[in-house]
């Protein structure tokens, strides 16, 4: 099946033709399932983390039947189809992208028939995962960390932690001695220090199994 390059028409943004080139020093690559379609965005997750895209007429998309929705939409007085009449939720895509101002914008956008297995994926007994990042905030009951991926692309996961959560670092074992035996999760893991944590995935929720703390931020030293 033929796939085409089309531009998209938005009704808030100028209708112009997308740039037959990217520029390669600044696109990043993301890839996942598409999760949201907006009028100007495409939300897609990437691994467990959600990626949101800003979308305008300068993205090229590539997708199977984009030639035919093209087409239709010309025939109909539009310069091009919008976005959610090519790309569903639920459709693997790579997103090639470039950072401006703390949000990313689309470059290209590709449908893909599947997505390639993550090797790392699975990383202990039971389906654990493992993701490794810097603490953004810590609190008794959740953690979240930010991080890059093996693509290229940024993400941000928050775990919830509980009474069987296993946290290991310098000096966990005194700081749980003096709790009578309990792990005390925020004097033992700070804002900025590096971690490497293993999870299980429920539903929508991460659940920290081991929180392993590989340097300490700059605050606690």
Avoid: C
């Amino acid at each position: 099946m033929k796939r085409t390059l089309i531009a998209l028409a938005l009704v808030s943004l100028a209708a112009a033709a997308w740039p037959a080139r990217l520029d390669a020093q600044e696109a990043k690559m993301a890839r996942g399932t598409v999760s949201a379609v907006a009028a100007d965005s495409l939300t897609v997750k990437v691994g467990a983390t959600d990626m949101k895209f800003t979308v305008d007429s300068k993205t090229a998309v590539e997708a199977v039947g984009a030639g035919t929705k093209t087409r239709q939409a010309q025939a109909a007085g539009a310069a091009g189809p919008k976005l959610n009449e090519v790309v569903k939720i639920g459709q693997p895509v790579t997103v090639s992208y470039t950072e401006s101002g703390g949000s990313n914008h689309a470059t290209r956008i590709r449908a893909i028939s599947s997505l390639p297995a993550e090797p790392s994926a699975a990383s202990g007994a039971g389906g654990a995962k493992t993701a490794n990042g810097t603490v953004k905030t810590i609190a008794a009951t959740s953690m979240t960390i930010s991080g890059s991926s093996g693509s290229g692309a940024t993400f941000t996961q928050t775990f919830v932690i509980d009474g069987t959560t296993k946290v290991i670092g310098k000096g966990a074992g005194t700081a749980a001695a003096a709790a009578g035996g309990k792990t005390v999760v925020t004097e033992l893991v700070g804002t900025g220090d590096t971690v490497s944590v293993s999870y299980h995935t429920t539903g929508n929720t991460l659940h920290a199994a081991e929180i392993r703390v590989t340097n300490k931020g700059a605050a606690a030293k």
